[in-house]
């Protein structure tokens, strides 16, 4: 026998490619650890998980030569990758 839905409302939320952004001069400190603590947070109290098997930081310009720390989530440091762009050529 199959559970009936009709007196229960279900839902299901997904979200999928959520990105965060800072834009920093070399002297700045970043605050993407806090942007992604924030996240996991909020995700968290709402019943929601951020995966962090697909979770990834970019980093593009000059900043790819002196980095800031890498992000974790959850205490598991998040997979970095580098971009060169346009102007660094």
Request: proline share 4%; with cysteine; glycine share 6%.
């Amino acid at each position: 026998m199959f559970p009936s839905y009709e007196t229960e409302k279900i839902t299901h939320n997904f979200v999928d490619d959520t990105t965060m952004a800072e834009i920093l001069n070399k002297s700045v400190v970043s605050s993407m650890q806090l942007f992604v603590d924030e996240l996991v947070q909020q995700g968290t109290e709402v019943g929601m998980i951020v995966n962090g098997r697909k979770t990834k930081k970019i980093l593009f310009g000059s900043i790819r030569e002196d980095p800031p720390l890498l992000a974790t989530l959850k205490g598991t440091p998040v997979h970095l990758y580098t971009c060169r762009t346009r102007y660094d050529i």
